[in-house]
């Protein structure tokens, strides 16, 4: 196999046109058959193959900048640069579906977060022409990444330096036209990147428009002609209006091609765009006939047939879905948002019963924010479904357009904590912090499928606020039961009879996390510890009665499947000392750095996110200021981080676990 045989870019050189389609067919089988083991992103990189292959015969990386936007379409990249182990992929120990610096110096950018490659080839460009650097710039963005208005931002300046290199390539899998082909726009192509076009055009127009009366309109008259003919020949009117030299569009799966266009535009002196067509799934049969994304994001899968292994159980995104569309049909001001996400966020069914209901501003958080803001002023309930992750993109339209004009409209936040395979930038474990400073805002923090319904209905008949309903990935477990009320809160469980005038500890959990806390509660009951567990559901604002339940107790433990700081915890312990009530808080959640990508379970295996963990955290914190307890019987490897700790008072600011 020549796939075997690459170990980075420079081998491809000696390869001949007949090995590299080859080559292109072998990354193909490869792809489908890994892919379809650990799951990832098939189809766009099924997409990408030739054209992959093309850049990095043309452009000479590491030296040479390649940024690839979005960073899912970057396997065939990681395939060209040495990295074809692909059995663990986006698991502990193996490769991420994301470029990632830390795997390959090829790897510039890593986040992830659609829309940003121009900015960051901008920014490198401007470098390299300050430091005297010839090396390239190329940004490859595409699968829907041109809809975000942070590429238009960077397009805006990137126009203004004309005379910086830089390359960008649009990798087009959704435009229908037809490539430009033969000698004529070929010609073009080349001669539009030619250095003594450029100044012949200069020249011209400067000779015309210093003559008298006719030189202007004559000048108009013949470029308008010139680019009238282009426009006839190529869709490249809307860049070449910015100031952006354009060649294609090309056939991106002929290597050939690809390669004829990436050097014309290597060698012109200026900002160029090379437009690609290429086909998301290309080559697999069961990705070219899926309708709805062209298997963009698979879990694992049967290589023949591309059915999933295992159906598996409901999952919190179709709850919502399903929700959605009752909610629909029993209410026609309720309208849906996504950003490019229709089918990830469980919109298909609402989309098919109600078209001309569902709104997707394409990759574009920040107007679909404003554009929500909107609708609830011309009098409809927008609910925006986004991953968790992605709001932060548009919290400045959330606290200045949505919150500041109090308007009615729900944020359904996917994804939200620890997700795992997909890494640091799609974790979602910032909202509750990020949110918790918007005025008039309301989280809902949902713990199982029903509480999904209900928190959702209650989210949309809030007309004068905006609300946000967030949830975790994957299958949703079995509904956990409340046993009694207080407040807006839900009791899961309450201490044994003779503890009930003196608990010793108020566990509060937030959303998914409440059988983990059950199950600490069972672990502590071991060590004679009584505890009441409560789900406060809307965990912003902190509800009313939680102070007076807290000071019942000894000591008061949040946990919550976010960031600590900020979070939950910090909100609890504010309101604690609002209400004058002075007792230790112990707050558990994700520590303030970045994750590595593994499943859920082992991230939160490794910061201690964990019912044995907590348990004996608090433990130890029980015996310290009672003097009563031992940690006896609950075991567990020391976190590599503790996951919590904190304080609503001075009072035992930290708890160390007690050693026998």
Known sequence: MLLTHIRGPRDLDRLTPEQLDQLAAEIRTFLVDAVSKTGGHLGPNLGVVELTIALHRVFDSPRDKVLLDT??????????????????????????GYPSRAESEHDVIENSHASTVLGWAEGLAKANELLGKQDRVVAVIGDGALTGGMAWEALNNIAAAKNRPLVIVVNDNEWSYSPTIGGLANHLATLRTTDGYE???????????????????????????????????????MFEDLGLKYVGPIDGHDIEALESAFQRAKRF?????????????????????DETDRFHGIGPIHPDTGLPISAGGADWTSVFGEEMVKLGEEREDIVAITAAMLHPVGLTEFAKRFPERVFDV??????????????????????????????NRAFDQVLMDVALHKCGVTFVLDRAGITGTDGASHNGMWDMSILQVVPGLRIAAPRDADQVRAQLREAVEVDDAPTVVRYSKGAVGPAVRAVGRIGGMDVLREPAPADADRPDVLLVSVGALAPMCLEVADLLDKQGISATVVDPRWVKPVDEELPALAERHRVVVTVEDNIRVGGVGSAVAQALRDSGVDMPLRDFGIPPRFLQHASRKEVMAEIGLTAPDIARQITGLVSRIGGRYEDKSVESAPAAEPAGTGAASQASTAAEPVRD
């Not at 803001?373 to 009098?379: H, I």
């Open 71 to 96: 960073g899912h379409q970057s396997y065939v990249h990681k395939l060209l640069t040495g990295r074809q182990d692909f059995s663990k992929l986006k698991g502990k120990g193996g490769l991420s």
């Open 199 to 237: 100044r012949f055009l200069a020249r011209g127009k400067d000779l015309l428009e210093r003559t008298p009366v006719v030189g202007r309109p004559l000048y108009e008259t013949l470029h308008g002609a010139k680019k009238g003919l282009k426009d006839f020949i190529a869709p490249q009117g």
């Open 269 to 289: 002196g200026g900002p160029v765009i090379v437009h690609c067509l290429t086909e998301k799934g290309r080559g697999y049969t069961p990705a070219e006939q």
């Open 362 to 391: 394409g990759i574009a958080e920040q107007h679909g924010a404003v554009s929500a803001a909107g609708l609830a002023t011309g009098g409809l309930h927008p609910v925006f479904a986004v991953y968790a992750t992605f709001l």
